[in-house]
């Protein structure tokens, strides 16, 4: 069973925008107590109102740093989030869309589990990122506000 205390720790002092625990102290119990290392997603920035900020694979990669080990990213694009969603919602893959930012994570866990995407260029991706990937969201919109004709559309 993995020490809880290791996590809560290390996000309550995320969330203060403070991560006080040293590095040998983490590395000890991390490995010491066979602690598991799950983070929700690999995204390394997010948008806020004043800019990009470090989001959790930026906290991830810090702590993989420390450690030695490398986390199970839970979330997105891991596709067993998007499965267990539909599962729960009670709907197919052929009747959703995933809407996200980031062709990386967003529009790639929307490709790998049969959804359709939209890329919303109001945050991290840009229509220039694109061209960096080998595969395209089914649609591309300036703001989420454009998504209603999309789906009306469809």
Do not use: Q
């Not at 260029?121 to 229509?127: A, E, K, N, P, W």
Request: net charge positive; charged share 25%; proline share 6%.
């Amino acid at each position: 069973m993995p020490d809880n205390r290791i996590c809560s720790r290390v996000l309550s002092c995320w969330r203060h925008k403070i991560i006080p625990l040293r590095a040998d102290r983490l590395r000890r119990r991390a490995r010491g107590k066979g602690a598991w290392f799950l983070a929700t997603n690999p995204d390394a920035t997010g948008p806020t109102e004043r800019g990009f900020h470090p989001a959790c694979g930026a906290v991830a990669a810090l702590i993989e740093k420390a450690t030695g080990r490398h986390p199970y990213f839970v979330g997105k694009p891991n596709p067993f989030m998007m499965r267990s969603a539909l599962e729960r919602l009670g709907v197919g893959a052929a009747d959703t869309i995933m809407v996200g930012d980031r062709m990386d994570t967003d529009v790639v866990a929307g490709l790998e589990s049969g959804l359709k995407t939209a890329l919303v260029l109001t945050g991290v991706s840009t229509r220039a990122d694109m061209e960096r990937f080998p595969f395209r969201p089914d649609h591309v919109i300036e703001r989420l506000a454009d998504l209603g004709d999309i789906l009306m559309k469809e």
